[in-house]
């Protein structure tokens, strides 16, 4: 065998080992995430964490945003500023904790604005969206029907 063709050959076994090799831990991340159907929760929101239950159409509302919004959910990426400005947790139909949500809204760190973490109940597995305005508008208004005062941005 020429010296060329043994490089040649020890250079793609280089790279495709490597390659393999770095996929085989990135693709389990890469799995879609499972969002349950909720039919109820409660919502802390503000400094203060003021908390209600959601209605029944609001839980609707929660659903059908979560349907909308299936992709794009990624892992935990860098720490956030705060505890968020919003806690929603969710229930299934059976009353077990199905999701933890946390919203950012801009009370507390205006450069996180409509940032989602979704949160499996033991909190084992964290995934995180920023949305645009439009995107997050459902989720906002179940936070807006509180009074606070919002940060400024940076």
Not at 4 to 29: D, R, Y
Not at 39 to 61: D, F, Q, W, Y
Not at 75 to 91: E, F, Q, W
Not at 125 to 144: G, I, Q
């Amino acid at each position: 065998m020429r010296k060329e063709t043994a490089f040649v050959i020890g250079f793609l076994v280089l790279t495709i080992g490597t390659a393999s090799l770095i996929w085989m831990f990135a693709l389990p991340n890469f799995k879609p995430i499972v969002l349950p159907q909720v039919a109820c929760g409660n919502i802390e929101v503000g400094p203060m964490r003021h908390k209600r239950e959601l209605s029944s159409e609001e839980a609707k509302t929660v659903n059908a945003w979560l349907q909308d919004h299936k992709g794009g959910w990624g892992p935990l990426s860098r720490t956030p500023p705060s505890s968020g400005d919003s806690r929603v947790m969710l229930k299934d139909e059976n009353g077990k904790e199905a999701l933890a949500m946390t919203l950012w809204t801009g009370i507390s760190a205006a450069d996180w604005n409509d940032t989602v973490f979704l949160e499996t109940p033991d909190g084992s597995k964290v995934y995180m969206e920023t949305f645009s305005d439009k995107d997050f508008a459902p989720l906002r208004a179940l936070v807006d029907r509180f009074q606070f005062k919002r940060s400024a941005f940076p």
